[in-house]
T-cell receptor, first 112, second 113 residues
Framework: DQQVKQNSPSLSVQEGRISILNCDYT??????FLWYKKYPAEGPTFLIS?????DKNEDGRFTVFLNKSAKHLSLHIVPSQPGDSAVYFC???????????FGTGTRLTVIP | EPEVTQTPSHQVTQMGQEVILRCVPI?????FYWYRQILGQKVEFLVS????????KSEIFDDQFSVERPDGSNFTLKIRSTKLEDSAMYFC???????????FGPGTRLTVL
């Protein structure tokens, strides 16, 4: 089951620079996408979401971009801070279904 | 800020034993979920629960698993006869509506020996 893929297991970025995390999906029925952040020994924490009727959603330092034709979304964090160091999961769902499909996660390290 | 809570944080059990994992969802939420994450793998959906019944379940959620809302606040996952491969982090989540954002608890680490 590889409906949601995060091909980069890790990413290192200097503090203050932009972090770009990528996610691809294969199921064209997905119409709602979320990013979660996870620290060790904690549950996933909701960050930001986007529905398929939009191509961009912004919340403070976090922006999610959706390219439906490419079945690709990305999370931009600007500027990156050391406290952003965590594992970031992309998740997707389709209308009428309750379950989320998760990617394998990308470990972001922000270097001070 | 309201949050989902889970107990215990870590449960160790012998193979074949029954375990009950507990969750207290956010109080005004109506939909409840269980997910699990086997070490090194992705978070996987197990089951969703609404209006006192299962609304969706994955193929992982076989007859060994059951869920219950025994009172107005708790939501439980029972594994009847644990297997070694049930060892995982189990996350509870809740949402106001089925299409709303799901908020996750901190997880219960289940270790089956």
């Amino acid at each position: 089951d590889q409906q949601v893929k995060q091909n980069s297991p890790s990413l290192s970025v200097q503090e203050g620079r932009i972090s770009i995390l990528n996610c691809d999906y294969t199921n064209s029925m997905f119409d709602y996408f979320l990013w979660y952040k996870k620290y060790p020994a904690e549950g996933p924490t909701f960050l930001i979401s986007i529905s398929s009727i939009k191509d961009k959603n912004e919340d403070g330092r976090f922006t999610v971009f959706l390219n439906k034709s490419a079945k690709h979304l990305s999370l931009h964090i600007v500027p990156s801070q050391p406290g952003d160091s965590a594992v970031y999961f992309c998740a997707a769902s389709e209308t009428g279904a309750n379950n989320l499909f998760f990617g394998t996660g990308t470990r972001l390290t922000v270097i001070p | 800020e309201p949050e989902v809570t889970q107990t215990p944080s870590h449960q160790v059990t012998q193979m074949g034993q029954e375990v009950i994992l507990r969750c207290v969802p956010i109080s005004n939420h109506l939909y409840f979920y269980w997910y699990r994450q086997i070490l090194g793998q992705k978070v996987e959906f197990l089951v969703s629960f609404y209006n006192n019944e299962i609304s969706e379940k994955s193929e992982i959620f076989d007859d060994q698993f059951s869920v219950e809302r025994p009172d107005g606040s708790n939501f439980t996952l029972k594994i009847r006869s644990t297997k070694l491969e049930d060892s995982a982090m189990y996350f509870c989540a809740s949402s106001r509506q089925g299409t709303d954002t799901q908020y996750f608890g901190p997880g219960t680490r289940l270790t089956v020996l």
